[in-house]
T-cell receptor, first 114, second 113 residues
Framework: ETGVTQTPRHLVMGMTNKKSLKCEQHLGHNAMYWYKQSAKKPLELMFVYSLEERVENNSVPSRFSPECPNSSHLFLHLHTLQPEDSALYLC?????????????FGPGTRLTVL | DAKTTQPNSMESNEEEPVHLPCNHSTISGTDYIHWYRQLPSQGPEYVIHGLTSNVNNRMASLAIAEDRKSSTLILHRATLRDAAVYYCILRDAYGGSQGNLIFGKGTKLSVKP
């Protein structure tokens, strides 16, 4: 247990569905992150939130829409995804500020797009 | 692009020390060297980080070359649970996008009983 939980752990959706991934951290952190891990590709940073403001969007398609309502919760809203979006989606949290602050990762949501 | 170079894979025997190398010849003076690992079916976890001096913690040791162009993660006694992909990552001390975790392919460590 890292103090970062993600739900659901597995998700199968069609290309026309709308779904959301949820991340919650119980560590008192104020920065949260979404990463994507595709088969045979390195982990890719998608979004960074610091103090509930989005500070980074790494050229992620608009079919992925993040939301950070407070410092403990992070969502990734999904709509009209493509099969190539099938991947493990990982959430992480840390203390904002110094970059050497450790990031704590959740177990991920395994997404399959049919 | 990742600014570090690691071997794709390494093998170790259980209860023996493991030295995982990382080259970072273009490291800047404000880059910290971080190591994370990812066990099968889990998210990455922090292992250790350092700037110039060697570092020790309960999980591992980090040996940093004097010119900082390379480093070595040392697992003193490998266990089966240490089988994972190990990532060596440079992070700028001043944060911003250069302070983000940018993962490369890492080194896949196999541990034999």
């Amino acid at each position: 247990e890292t103090g970062v939980t993600q739900t659901p752990r597995h998700l199968v959706m069609g290309m026309t569905n709308k779904k959301s991934l949820k991340c919650e951290q119980h560590l008192g952190h104020n920065a949260m992150y979404w990463y994507k891990q595709s088969a045979k590709k390195p982990l890719e940073l998608m979004f960074v939130y610091s103090l509930e403001e989005r500070v980074e969007n790494n050229s992620v398609p608009s079919r992925f829409s993040p939301e950070c309502p407070n410092s403990s919760h992070l969502f990734l809203h999904l709509h009209t995804l493509q099969p190539e979006d099938s991947a493990l989606y990982l959430c992480a949290s840390s203390q904002a500020g110094m970059s050497y602050n450790e990031q704590f990762f959740g177990p991920g949501t395994r997404l399959t797009v049919l | 692009d990742a600014k570090t170079t690691q071997p794709n894979s390494m093998e170790s025997n259980e209860e023996e020390p493991v030295h995982l190398p990382c080259n970072h010849s273009t490291i800047s003076g404000t880059d910290y060297i971080h190591w994370y690992r990812q066990l099968p079916s889990q998210g990455p976890e922090y292992v250790i980080h350092g700037l110039t001096s060697n570092v020790n913690n309960r999980m591992a040791s980090l040996a940093i070359a004097e010119d900082r162009k390379s480093s070595t993660l040392i697992l003193h006694r490998a266990t089966l649970r240490d089988a994972a992909v190990y990532y060596c990552i440079l992070r700028d001390a001043y944060g911003g996008s250069q302070g983000n975790l940018i993962f490369g392919k890492g080194t896949k460590l196999s541990v034999k009983p």
